[in-house]
């Protein structure tokens, strides 16, 4: 089992930055594949980044490629989303999520655990 916690969400104006981190409890955190999804209202959930347990592999989406910055410290069972450069559209309730496979997924169905979400909101 593992559990996820986000925090770092916030208002942010356009070209701003923010930092997201997601907590996890359980003792195999560092053999879980971890990622970050975001869902805007009215919008399904779509994948934002993912990184293996090493960090050997890491995906972003096109949308947030060059802007965002996925990282993990396993000894503090800690992932971190750095966004920068952030636009309106960025503006969603982000999550982050797991899944016991040595390989990202962008999809949600391939992730078993969730956090319970944190908002970003960018303004113009």
């Known amino acids: 089992q593992v559990q996820l916690v986000e925090s770092g969400g916030g208002l942010v104006q356009a070209g701003g930055s923010l930092r997201l981190s997601c907590a996890a409890s359980?003792?195999?955190?560092?053999?879980?594949?971890m990622g970050w999804f975001r869902q805007a209202p009215g919008k399904e959930r779509d994948f934002v980044a993912a990184?293996?347990?090493?960090?050997?592999?890491?995906d972003y989406a096109d949308s947030v490629k060059g802007r965002f910055t996925i990282s993990r410290d396993n000894a503090k069972n800690t992932v971190y989303l750095q966004m920068n450069s952030l636009k309106p559209e960025d503006t969603a309730v982000y999550y982050c999520?797991?899944?016991?496979?040595?390989?990202?997924?962008?999809?949600?169905?391939?992730?078993?655990?969730w956090g319970q979400g944190t908002q970003v909101t960018v303004s113009s």
């Open positions: 359980g003792r195999t955190f560092s053999s879980y594949t």
């Open positions: 999520a797991a899944r016991p496979v040595p390989l990202p997924s962008r999809t949600h169905q391939g992730y078993d655990y």
């Open positions: 990184i293996t347990w090493g960090g050997g592999t890491i």
